[in-house]
């Protein structure tokens, strides 16, 4: 599958390396969904922000690409969402230790974080999810703060401006926080 410009410009800038990755998407309208094995759920409109890791083949890279494409055979239960929510920004962290829960559990303690699918993304751990519910998009520095000093230094990618039906738009780098 070949990738529109704006997505190639964006995976050719991410690490190989492996690393923790939290997903920030916009869903226009609520909509109820059939998420695999968690069954059908309601997500309200919003914005929504899904934690991963990346300590596999091809690190953030490969992960973050799979995520981008709209997947023809769901894998993982972000793929059963994709379809309906425009991913416009990306917050990741190069390292080789798994951090997701610790990154799940600060992006939970934000100002009006809400969980709306139990087990979302973390099937495996009773009463854990790593999708998170916004009615307003958080911002990275409050995240950045929570997580501490002692966590890898974060970076985020975001979209300035996003034609979904095309993919194409301006990539911004933000750098470090």
Do not use: K
């Not at 964006?10 to 309208?29: K, N, S, W």
Request: glycine share 10%; with cysteine.
């Amino acid at each position: 599958m070949s990738f529109s410009p704006l997505l190639q410009s964006i995976l050719t800038g991410l690490p190989r390396e492996p690393g923790t990755y939290a997903l920030l998407l916009r869903l226009p309208a609520a909509r109820e969904l059939e998420i695999g094995a968690l069954g059908r759920h309601t997500l309200s409109a919003g914005t929504y922000i899904y934690v991963g890791s990346a300590l596999g083949a091809g690190g953030l890279r490969s992960r973050i690409a799979h995520h981008a494409r709209i997947a023809r055979r769901p894998r993982w239960h972000l793929d059963y969402v994709r379809p309906h929510a425009d991913l416009y920004a990306l917050w990741f962290s190069v390292h080789a230790s798994r951090l997701e829960d610790d990154w799940a559990r600060t992006i939970l303690a934000l100002d009006g974080a809400t969980v709306q699918v139990p087990g979302f993304g973390a099937s495996d751990r009773p009463g854990v999810s790593h999708l998170f519910h916004f009615t307003t998009t958080p911002i990275l520095v409050r995240f950045t703060e929570r997580l501490g000093p002692a966590h890898p230094p974060v970076r985020c990618l975001r979209w300035v401006s996003y034609d979904p039906d095309s993919m194409t738009g301006i990539l911004q780098p933000m750098g470090h926080v």
